[in-house]
């Protein structure tokens, strides 16, 4: 019942604040959904008296106004309803989930305000980490620092030198880049970056970068359109424009599930007579999409490009191969 009175003066609030003139009391009443005169007395008192807002009469026009040049009138997160400040404390939930410790401390103040104007609402908040479940697999966990580093040149339009390990030859090298934007991709962060070591765009796993150094320099400014081009016009996080279109058929049983599912923004599907469904993704690197279609097994099968049709016959030979191994080893 708090709560659902809350709400209402906050609907209250929000009808006066849009207001630039008086609103008479039966105006307000009839936008509460025909509240009594009595209960809109009680919220205008509340108001006035408990929240030390500036809720005037106009004697003139027989109406309730809002003083908007009070500083009051200004306090933030005032006009949040307990909905709304739910739905804040989720996001920073949220945030705080993507990576242990990422902005822990910037964002707690913001927190303990949210729960402490929950808390005068009546609703307790301890409860959030055990009703909402943020699940994943395959997480990587980067340095709170680096992500740091990382967000705030990216903000600022600063180059960044880092060294970096790369996972594809295990070699680690000094870069110099300039950040374009951070990427949360599955789980894990990366940063968009212009390499000015390689002269080419490059998608950084954050977890792999190490001694990150601020430069005053500015950074190399990349066109949206050739952000687009080079980071999200191919499917997976490997950069790159799409050089090839994989055809996929699913078999009656999948096409249940990734009839509904995006794997790209440019993808392509339509339900085939025979129940299946034929997917069609535009990509430049392979690596990334070949992991994605063993994941499917025997439910999918790659009708082109023949180089994708190899690579993914390659790697099931290979573990059939590994299989038989081991049978052989335990006779």
């Not at 070949?290 to 499917?296: A, D, G, Q, S, T």
């Amino acid at each position: 019942m708090l709560m659902a009175k809350m709400d209402r003066i906050f609907d209250l609030l929000h009808i006066l604040q849009a207001n630039k003139y008086a609103t008479t009391a039966h105006e307000l009443r009839e936008r509460l959904d025909g509240c009594s005169e009595s209960t809109l007395k009680r919220y205008i008192r509340t108001i006035r008296d408990e929240w030390n807002l500036p809720l005037q009469y106009d004697r003139k026009y027989e109406g309730y106004l809002l003083d908007k040049t009070d500083d009051m009138y200004a306090v933030p997160g005032l006009w949040f309803s307990a909905a709304e400040l739910h739905s804040w404390l989720f996001i920073h939930e949220l945030i705080d989930r993507l990576g242990p410790g990422l902005l822990k401390t910037e964002l707690r103040p913001f927190r303990n305000r949210i729960e402490k104007m929950l808390s005068l609402q009546g609703i307790a908040t301890r409860e959030l980490g055990k009703r909402f479940a943020f699940l994943g697999t395959g997480i990587r966990i980067c340095c709170p620092e680096t992500f740091r580093f990382a967000a705030t040149a990216v903000m600022e339009r600063k180059r960044l030198q880092l060294r970096y390990h790369s996972r594809g030859d295990d070699t680690i090298s000094l870069r110099q880049v300039s950040p374009q934007r951070l990427i949360h991709y599955r789980g894990n962060w990366y940063l968009a970056v212009w390499c000015h070591t390689r002269n080419a765009p490059r998608a950084l796993a954050l977890e792999r970068m190490s001694e990150v150094v601020s430069l005053d320099e500015g950074c190399i400014e990349l066109a949206e359109e050739e952000l687009r081009d080079w980071f999200t016009a191919s499917f997976g996080i490997f950069t790159g424009r799409p050089e090839q279109e994989a055809v996929l058929v699913f078999s009656r049983e999948s096409a249940r599930w990734v009839a509904e599912e995006q794997w790209h923004p440019g993808q392509k599907g339509r339900l085939l007579p025979s129940g299946e469904y034929e997917l069609r993704l535009p990509y430049a690197d392979q690596r990334e999409l070949v992991m994605e279609i063993l994941r499917f097994g025997p439910e999918v099968r790659v009708e082109a490009p023949p180089e994708l049709q190899n690579a993914i016959c390659e790697r099931l030979a290979l573990a059939l191969r590994r299989y038989k191994k081991n049978e052989s080893e335990k006779k």
